[in-house]
């Protein structure tokens, strides 16, 4: 059972790492939208082309995120049994 309970703790560690790393793509997603667009025409285009990009990112990022921390708490259940 110990082995179970260190392979269930190697899990976690790595699934936190994973969910912070997702997060901060969140965070820095949600700083670029804050910016606004750019004052120059062509830049402002460019912008706005990969905001669709910048959307899929971040909802697969959303996604991912939501499935890591559905396991995390799975595994967290399982360790406090």
């Not at 110990?2 to 997060?23: A, F, M």
């Not at 912008?47 to 595994?75: F, M, W, Y």
Request: net charge negative; charged share 45%.
């Amino acid at each position: 059972m110990n082995r179970d309970k260190e392979k269930i703790s190697t899990e976690i560690t790595e699934l936190r790492k994973q969910r912070d790393s997702l997060r901060n793509r969140l965070e820095a997603i949600e700083q670029d939208y804050k910016k606004g667009l750019s004052a120059d025409s062509e830049e402002r285009a460019i912008q706005l082309e990969n905001a669709d990009v910048l959307e899929g990112i971040a909802k697969a990022t959303a996604e991912e995120l939501h499935r890591i921390e559905d396991r995390l708490s799975e595994l967290t259940d399982t360790l406090a049994e």
